[in-house]
């Protein structure tokens, strides 16, 4: 088995007792804290692999009362971090999504409707550096990616009507 080491954003700050509850099941494997008045947990866990990591992580954050809202990643950014990760200007990464530089077809914004700034996927810009300007850049880590996406359906599932239609989708 490796170590995988990632970080979990929790729904609240714990309680005395809900760290007393979690350490008291043998999980010495984390740690607490505040980021930026957030709180958060970071794992240092042994498993056969991230994906079983990060579920055995949020399964024993469960038990002890606490939730895990998501895991933090790289994959939400603005075209400054695009510009930033590519070692380009922010004019030119903004033109390559307006269409007015580049080949084109630079992925959506995950929020067009929103005014103000715009947020786009890391694992959906990346492939198309690779495919449309030929540069190297490495992924958005695909476990995290879908960690993140499964625990934000788990977290309004509950709201939806007809979710397992939805959840279905996955076998698929």
């Known amino acids: 088995m490796r170590s995988h080491t990632f970080t979990i954003v929790l729904s609240h700050r714990p309680t005395d007792e809900e760290l ?3 350490f008291a099941n043998g999980l010495d494997d984390a740690t607490f804290g505040i980021e930026r008045g957030v709180p958060v947990v970071e794992f240092d866990r042994e498993a056969a692999n991230l994906a079983e990591a990060i579920a055995s992580a949020v399964r024993d954050l469960q038990a002890s009362g606490l939730d895990g809202l998501r895991v933090i990643d790289e994959d939400l950014v603005t075209l400054a971090d695009v510009a930033d990760r590519l070692g380009q200007s922010r004019e ?15 992925p959506p914004p995950v929020n067009p409707a929103r005014d ?8 959906e810009v990346a492939p198309w550096v690779r495919d449309r300007l030929n540069l190297a850049v490495s992924d958005a880590d695909p476990t995290l990616v879908m960690a993140n996406l499964l625990l934000q359906a788990r977290g309004v599932a509950g709201r939806v009507e ?11």
Do not use: H, I, Q
């Open 162 to 172: 007809g979710a397992l239609a939805l959840t279905r989708l996955l076998g698929s």
């Open 116 to 123: 103000g700034t715009l947020f786009y996927r890391w694992s």
């Open 20 to 22: 007393d509850k979690f």
């Open 92 to 106: 030119s990464v903004r033109r390559y999504a307006t269409g007015d530089r580049g080949p084109g077809g630079f």
